[in-house]
């Protein structure tokens, strides 16, 4: 596993590329923004002109795609996986519907490849900085093979089962975040309408019963964490509008599986609502502004 492909170099996507590329791997990318082309080209990607020039000679085709729609295009909507490689795995890191993910692996299958749908956990932060979490959809085999590469861009690595079971367990796993940031965002800012200093709520939360990732790596209040969204304007970072997509995408599969989520559900329309107000590409940390005024 020593040339890859890289397809999608966004927030996530581009200093994911470059730790591989960091660590010696040939790493060629493509990314239909002129915008994310040119912050990988100067990140010292090879940035190549189409998807197929990026999918020739490669041992793992990695994609980090903002939705369903654009992994369909990617992988169904064209010849891709006619014209990859069968020794070429397909590591598929963005966060979509689990229907979707079974869907594409089932494709790949049928021509001889084999695909792992592996979404990620730890924010733009954890991408940066090599220690995001794998949640892995797939055979034990191919999750073997991947093996190297998770361990460059991330520190943790779980197999969920079979193909879809990473997406499921990732769409969990972000309902749960958004449920405990609106909780954060809420409750920090009812004690700073009662005279208390945000910081010395944050860490009189973090060590007691309270205490949550929200406030332990991404407080929402600005100035309490220095390196956080917050505290840039919120800016970067995991999108609302990427929120509300993983939320709707969590409803859906509580739908099909007539599970009760009614705290889920006012997470999705709390975000609605941020996204309704124009704010969609700021950081979900920006839940805080509802409570502020």
């Known amino acids: 596993m020593n040339r890859i492909g890289f397809i999608g170099l966004g927030n996530m996507g581009l200093p994911m590329a470059v730790n591989l590329k960091n ?82 692996a089932n494709r790949a299958s049928k021509v001889g490849i084999s695909m792992l749908d592996a979404p990620v956990s730890g924010g733009v932060k954890g991408a940066e900085d090599g220690t995001l979490s794998f949640i892995v959809g797939g055979e034990d085999k191919d999750l073997v093979k991947a093996s190297s590469l998770f361990d460059i861009m991330g520190s943790n690595t779980f197999h969920a089962g079979d193909s879809g079971s990473g997406q499921i367990a990732k769409l969990c796993n972000n309902m749960l975040l958004a449920i405990h940031m609106c909780g954060t965002a809420e409750t920090i800012a009812m004690g700073v309408k009662n005279g208390l200093d945000p910081e010395v709520l944050s860490e009189i939360m973090k060590k007691s019963s ?55 559900k006012l997470a999705k329309e709390l975000y609605e609502e941020l996204n309704n107000q124009g704010i969609g590409d700021l950081d979900f940390s920006s839940i805080q502004k509802r409570y502020m005024n």
């Open 23 to 104: 660590q010696g791997l040939e790493v060629k990318a493509y990314d239909l923004s002129e915008e994310a082309k040119v912050k990988a080209i100067q990140s010292g990607i090879e940035v190549k002109n189409s998807i197929q020039e990026t999918s020739t000679s490669i041992d793992a085709l990695i994609t980090m795609l903002p939705n369903d729609s654009a992994v369909e295009e990617v992988y169904l909507n064209s010849s891709l996986l006619d014209d990859l490689a069968k020794t070429t795995l397909i590591i598929d890191s963005s966060t979509i519907s689990p229907e979707t993910s079974k869907r594409v």
């Open 210 to 264: 309270g205490g949550n990732w929200s406030l332990e790596k991404y407080n929402p209040y600005p100035g309490v964490m220095k390196d956080a969204p917050a505290s840039k304007n919120y800016s970067g970072g995991f999108l609302n509008l990427l929120m509300l997509k993983d939320l709707s995408l969590a409803q859906e599969l509580a739908s099909l599986s007539n599970s009760e989520t009614p705290m889920g």
